[in-house]
């Protein structure tokens, strides 16, 4: 079982910068899927981008290719997500979240069947 807790969100303008980070506290020794999801204001919940913590296998969503960066640090224990070109379509509440997994290829950008969240951090890009 893991504790999550993001960081670093705000507001910026388009073709702004920022990097969210989650800490990560508990079991960190077994080897998961952690990853990012948002949430704007009525719309269903998306992943952005996850990784496999065995391997580090990184996985992003389209709109996220070339734009944002997953990372981790164990020492830190911390996950991040690098934004970069940020565009109003970007304006959401970002999660960090993790389940419990041995192949890289259960870190699906599906919500469903992640098991541990955060409360989440407001990202807000103004035009």
């Known amino acids: 079982q893991v504790q999550l807790m993001e960081s670093g969100g705000g507001s910026v303008q388009a073709g702004g910068s920022l990097r969210l980070a989650c800490a990560v506290s508990?079991?960190?020794?077994?080897?998961?899927?952690m990853g990012w999801f948002r949430q704007a204001p009525g719309k269903e919940r998306e992943g952005v981008a996850t990784i496999y913590t065995g391997g580090d296998d990184t996985y992003y969503s389209d709109s996220a290719k070339g734009r944002f960066t997953i990372s981790r640090d164990n020492a830190k224990q911390t996950l991040y997500l690098q934004m970069n070109n940020l565009q109003p379509e970007d304006n959401a509440t970002f999660f960090c979240?993790?389940?419990?997994?041995?192949?890289?290829?259960?870190?699906?950008?599906?919500?469903?069947?992640?098991?541990?969240w955060g409360q989440g951090t407001r990202v807000t890009v103004s035009s």
């Open positions: 508990g079991d960190t020794k077994s080897s998961y899927c």
């Open positions: 979240a993790a389940k419990t997994s041995y192949w890289s290829g259960n870190c699906v950008m599906a919500p469903s069947g992640y098991s541990y």
